[in-house]
C-alpha cells in the first residue's frame, strides 16, 4: 500500500463510521490517506470505490469518495493516477484554465505523493510519478441513477459543462465512464446532475490566455482517449496508423454518446432490474432493452444513433453522394446533441408529473 496509506482496523473503522454516519469499513477496508512530504491533509475512503481502473496499458486510475480526518463534515471526491514526470501534474494544470464552470471540476487540493518528508525529488523524465488530488465535490458512477431522468440531466449538464470548454478552446481528450460522475450533493446547482474529472490530458488549442499557452508541457500522443468510449474517426486511426487526424469537439461529444449507452446497460444488466423483474439482460438483445427503457429515453438513444450514422459518412463529391441517398455530411455540435436530451428530458419530466 506504500507508506502515505494506512489501513483502518475493525476498531478505527466503527469509531469513523459512529462519528460519521457513513459506511466505513462495511464494505470493503477503509484507508487513510494523505499526501506524504510537507503536507498534512488526510483523508478517510467512504465505502466501495467510485471508479477503479483495470486497464493494463492505463494510468491505474482510482476514485473514491473521502472525508477530511480533521473536518470530517467535509467530503470529496479523491483521485489517485500514475503520470509520467515529464507531464504537468493535474494540480498545476488547473492554473490555465478560464474561469470555473460547475460541472467541470479541477482538484482543489493536489500534488505528486511524496515518501520522504524533505518533498519531491528529481526524478528521471519518463520515471511514473503517483499523483493524488482531492475534488471539493462528491460523486458517484453514472450507472447508479436512480431515475433516467436523472441521468439523462446529468449527462446534459456535463455536456453544456464541455462546450463551455470548448468555447474556450480546451479539449478534455479523455471523456470515458470513469471520469463523469453524478453528484452526490445538496449543492442547488449541482443536485441531479453531474461533473467531469481527470482534466490532466485536456489541451488548450486556441490562442495564449494571459500571455501562457499549454505548448511547453507534455500532454501526450496525438490520440489520446479510453478506448471503449473513443470516436469512430480515432478508432480508424489506431487501427491503419495513417496521418492522425486532428482532435475536435465532436469526437468528444461521441464519446459522450458511449458513456451514456454503457451507463445503461450496464444499470440494466443488474441483477433483478427494477422495470423488468427479471436478472441480467443480454447486451445484444436490443428489443428487451428498448422494453426496460421509458419511450422519451428510446426516441433520444434512436436519434442520437442516427446522428452517429450520418456523422460517420465521409465526405464524397456531391453527385454522388447526395443524389443518390438524399443527404449531405453531419457533424455533432453540442447544439444538435443538447436539444436531443433537452426533448427526452422534457418528456421524462411531463411523464413524472402524470
Given at each position: 500500500?506504500?507508506?502515505?496509506?494506512?489501513?483502518?482496523?475493525?476498531?478505527?473503522?466503527?469509531?469513523?463510521?459512529?462519528?460519521?454516519?457513513?459506511?466505513?469499513?462495511?464494505?470493503?477496508?477503509?484507508?487513510?490517506?494523505?499526501?506524504?512530504?510537507?503536507?498534512?491533509?488526510?483523508?478517510?475512503?467512504?465505502?466501495?470505490?467510485?471508479?477503479?481502473?483495470?486497464?493494463?496499458?492505463?494510468?491505474?486510475?482510482?476514485?473514491?469518495?473521502?472525508?477530511?480526518?480533521?473536518?470530517?463534515?467535509?467530503?470529496?471526491?479523491?483521485?489517485?493516477?500514475?503520470?509520467?514526470?515529464?507531464?504537468?501534474?493535474?494540480?498545476?494544470?488547473?492554473?490555465?484554465?478560464?474561469?470555473?464552470?460547475?460541472?467541470?471540476?479541477?482538484?482543489?487540493?493536489?500534488?505528486?505523493?511524496?515518501?520522504?518528508?524533505?518533498?519531491?525529488?528529481?526524478?528521471?523524465?519518463?520515471?511514473?510519478?503517483?499523483?493524488?488530488?482531492?475534488?471539493?465535490?462528491?460523486?458517484?458512477?453514472?450507472?447508479?441513477?436512480?431515475?433516467?431522468?436523472?441521468?439523462?440531466?446529468?449527462?446534459?449538464?456535463?455536456?453544456?459543462?464541455?462546450?463551455?470548454?470548448?468555447?474556450?478552446?480546451?479539449?478534455?481528450?479523455?471523456?470515458?465512464?470513469?471520469?463523469?460522475?453524478?453528484?452526490?450533493?445538496?449543492?442547488?446547482?449541482?443536485?441531479?446532475?453531474?461533473?467531469?474529472?481527470?482534466?490532466?490530458?485536456?489541451?488548450?488549442?486556441?490562442?495564449?490566455?494571459?500571455?501562457?499557452?499549454?505548448?511547453?508541457?507534455?500532454?501526450?500522443?496525438?490520440?489520446?482517449?479510453t478506448l471503449p468510449f473513443m470516436a469512430q474517426a480515432l478508432l480508424e486511426y489506431t487501427v491503419s496508423q495513417e496521418h492522425p487526424p486532428a482532435h475536435e469537439p465532436k469526437h468528444e461529444i461521441?464519446?459522450?454518446i458511449w458513456i451514456l449507452c454503457y451507463a445503461i446497460l450496464r444499470r440494466l444488466s443488474e441483477p433483478h432490474n427494477i422495470r423488468t423483474g427479471r436478472g441480467p439482460l443480454m447486451m445484444t438483445?436490443?428489443?428487451?432493452?428498448?422494453?426496460?427503457?421509458?419511450?422519451?429515453?428510446?426516441?433520444?438513444?434512436?436519434?442520437?444513433s442516427n446522428m452517429l450514422v450520418l456523422s460517420s459518412i465521409r465526405a464524397v463529391p456531391l453527385d454522388t453522394h447526395a443524389q443518390r441517398f438524399g443527404t449531405a455530411s453531419f457533424t455533432l455540435?453540442?447544439?444538435?446533441?443538447?436539444?436531443?436530451?433537452?426533448?427526452?428530458?422534457?418528456?421524462?419530466?411531463?411523464?413524472?408529473?402524470?
Amino acid at each position: 500500500m506504500g507508506p502515505t496509506v494506512h489501513m483502518l482496523n475493525p476498531m478505527e473503522a466503527e469509531r469513523w463510521q459512529k462519528s460519521t454516519g457513513h459506511s466505513i469499513g462495511t464494505e470493503c477496508p477503509a484507508y487513510e490517506v494523505f499526501l506524504g512530504g510537507p503536507y498534512n491533509q488526510r483523508w478517510i475512503t467512504i465505502g466501495v470505490p467510485v471508479y477503479n481502473s483495470v486497464s493494463l496499458l492505463g494510468r491505474g486510475t482510482l476514485v473514491w469518495n473521502v472525508f477530511n480526518v480533521f473536518e470530517p463534515h467535509q467530503y470529496m471526491t479523491m483521485k489517485d493516477t500514475w503520470r509520467r514526470a515529464r507531464r504537468s501534474p493535474e494540480a498545476q494544470t488547473s492554473n490555465f484554465f478560464p474561469n470555473k464552470h460547475p460541472h467541470n471540476l479541477v482538484g482543489d487540493i493536489g500534488s505528486d505523493v511524496y515518501v520522504h518528508s524533505n518533498g519531491p525529488e528529481c526524478v528521471d523524465r519518463n520515471h511514473v510519478v503517483l499523483h493524488r488530488l482531492s475534488i471539493e465535490k462528491v460523486g458517484r458512477p453514472l450507472w447508479e441513477y436512480r431515475s433516467e431522468l436523472e441521468l439523462l440531466r446529468a449527462i446534459r449538464a456535463v455536456l453544456a459543462g464541455h462546450q463551455y470548454l470548448c468555447q474556450h478552446h480546451i479539449l478534455h481528450r479523455g471523456i470515458s465512464i470513469g471520469n463523469v460522475l453524478l453528484a452526490d450533493t445538496d449543492s442547488p446547482e449541482l443536485r441531479g446532475k453531474g461533473f467531469v474529472i481527470d482534466l490532466d490530458f485536456a489541451l488548450d488549442s486556441g490562442p495564449s490566455n494571459g500571455g501562457q499557452q499549454w505548448g511547453n508541457i507534455e500532454h501526450g500522443a496525438a490520440i489520446m482517449g479510453t478506448l471503449p468510449f473513443m470516436a469512430q474517426a480515432l478508432l480508424e486511426y489506431t487501427v491503419s496508423q495513417e496521418h492522425p487526424p486532428a482532435h475536435e469537439p465532436k469526437h468528444e461529444i461521441e464519446s459522450f454518446i458511449w458513456i451514456l449507452c454503457y451507463a445503461i446497460l450496464r444499470r440494466l444488466s443488474e441483477p433483478h432490474n427494477i422495470r423488468t423483474g427479471r436478472g441480467p439482460l443480454m447486451m445484444t438483445n436490443v428489443p428487451e432493452i428498448c422494453c426496460a427503457l421509458s419511450t422519451p429515453t428510446t426516441n433520444m438513444l434512436k436519434s442520437l444513433s442516427n446522428m452517429l450514422v450520418l456523422s460517420s459518412i465521409r465526405a464524397v463529391p456531391l453527385d454522388t453522394h447526395a443524389q443518390r441517398f438524399g443527404t449531405a455530411s453531419f457533424t455533432l455540435t453540442h447544439l444538435a446533441v443538447l436539444a436531443v436530451f433537452d426533448n427526452a428530458i422534457t418528456a421524462l419530466t411531463s411523464l413524472a408529473c402524470l
